[in-house]
């Protein structure tokens, strides 16, 4: 199986930075996809940004141009920066990977992410 564990996240004055980072463990070799969602109290958990296993990269559009998503498949780490950041921003980040295997997905177990402002 595919372990994701999450370091990072925090409270930020808004404009602020903040990197958020995913190890994965177990099965790494099975990991397809990657990347961060992020759920608000009482919304729906919404995808962040997302990595291939091919380098394709998709950004929402309310965090194009402050968020960046990078992956180290060699160390099998995959992190967020997330820069200017506002308090529509506040949520709690999930990492989650796609796998080629049974279950086929893999979930973090969260980290708050608090922008005040």
């Known amino acids: 199986q595919v372990q994701l564990v999450e370091s990072g996240g925090g409270l930020v004055q808004a404009g602020g930075s903040l990197i958020l980072s995913c190890a994965a463990s177990g099965s790494s070799f099975n990991i397809n996809g990657i990347g961060w969602y992020r759920q608000a109290p009482g919304k729906q958990r919404e995808v962040v940004a997302t990595i291939s296993s091919g380098g394709s990269i998709y950004y929402r559009d309310s965090v194009k141009g402050r968020f960046t998503i990078s992956r180290d498949s060699a160390k099998n780490t995959v992190a967020l920066q997330m820069n200017s950041l506002k308090p529509e921003d506040t949520a709690v980040y999930y990492c989650?990977?796609?796998?080629?295997?049974?279950?086929?997905?893999?979930w973090g177990q969260g980290t708050q992410v608090t922008v005040s402002s």
């Open positions: 989650y990977a796609e796998l080629t295997t049974m279950p086929y997905e893999s």
